[in-house]
C-alpha cells in the first residue's frame, strides 16, 4: 500500500549547520507531497508542497523537490536557527481515498544553540 | 490558518463511558478529516467527510462514528472509550481534493 518513510530522529544540529531530513514514499498513483511542522502543543501547519515530479516547494529557508524517479521529498535548509526546533512530518495526498493525507512517523529537530 | 477550532482541548474520561469531539471551521471548506497522533505511528485517518452527511472511513475507524450535519461542523464520537483510544486527536479541513490540509490545534483525550 501507499506509505511514507522519514529518516528517525531525534535529529541535534547546532545553529547555522545543514540540515537534511530524508523522505521517501510509495503511491500507486501520482500523490502530491507535502511538509508539515510541528511545533510543541500545537496542531501541524503547512511548510511546503509540490504537486508533481520535479517540482520544487519552498518556504521559511526550507526547501524540497519531488523526484519521482527516486521516489523522495528530501527536506533541505542551508542554516536552522533554534526557532527551528519542532518535529516535521513528510506526507502525501491520495485523491481517490478522500484526499486523505498519509504521514511518515515524523522526525524531532533540536537545535542548540 | 483555515481558522479551525476543536472543543475540548483535553480530556480525561474512563473507560466505557462515550465521547464526543467537535471540530468548527469558519473557512467554508468542503472535506473534513479526524486524525489521530501516536508515537511512532504519525497521524493516522479515522474518518473523513466530503459534505454535510457524506462521511466515509479511514484506516483506523472501528470505535469511532462521524457525524456532519453542517458545512462547519464535524464531531467525532467515541461510542465506549477504551484505553487504546488515548491519543491527541486533530481535525483538519481541506478545500481541494488532494491538496493541502489544514489542522486545528489538537485534542489530548485520556482514558483511565
Known amino acids: 500500500g501507499d506509505s511514507v518513510t522519514q529518516m528517525e530522529g531525534p535529529v541535534t544540529l547546532s545553529e547555522e549547520a545543514f540540515l537534511t531530513i530524508n523522505c521517501t514514499y510509495t503511491a500507486t498513483g501520482y500523490p502530491s507531497l507535502f511538509w508539515y511542522v510541528q511545533y510543541p502543543g500545537e496542531g501541524l501547519q503547512l511548510l511546503l508542497k509540490a504537486t508533481k515530479a520535479d517540482d520544487k516547494g519552498s518556504n521559511k529557508g526550507f526547501e524540497a523537490t519531488y523526484r519521482k524517479e527516486t521516489t523522495s521529498f528530501h527536506l533541505e535548509k542551508g542554516s536552522v536557527q533554534v526557532s527551528d526546533s519542532a518535529v516535521y512530518f513528510c506526507a502525501l495526498s491520495i485523491y481517490n481515498q478522500g484526499g486523505k493525507l498519509i504521514f511518515g512517523q515524523g522526525t524531532e529537530l533540536s537545535v542548540k544553540p | 490558518d483555515a481558522g479551525i477550532t476543536q472543543s475540548p482541548r483535553h480530556k480525561v474520561t474512563e473507560t466505557g463511558t462515550p465521547v464526543t469531539l467537535r471540530c468548527h471551521q469558519t473557512?467554508?471548506?468542503?472535506?473534513m478529516y479526524w486524525y489521530r497522533q501516536d508515537p511512532g505511528h504519525g497521524l493516522r485517518l479515522i474518518h473523513y467527510?466530503?459534505?454535510?452527511?457524506?462521511?466515509d472511513k479511514g484506516e483506523v475507524s472501528d470505535g469511532y462514528s462521524v457525524s456532519r450535519s453542517k458545512t462547519e461542523d464535524f464531531l467525532l464520537t467515541l461510542e465506549s472509550a477504551t484505553s487504546s483510544q488515548t491519543s491527541v486527536y486533530f481535525c483538519?479541513?481541506?478545500?481541494?481534493?488532494?491538496?493541502?490540509?489544514?489542522f486545528g490545534p489538537g485534542t489530548r483525550l485520556t482514558v483511565t
Open positions: 467527510s466530503y459534505g454535510v452527511k457524506d462521511t
Open positions: 483538519a479541513t481541506g478545500e481541494i481534493l488532494g491538496g493541502e490540509q489544514y
Open positions: 473557512e467554508n471548506h468542503r472535506y
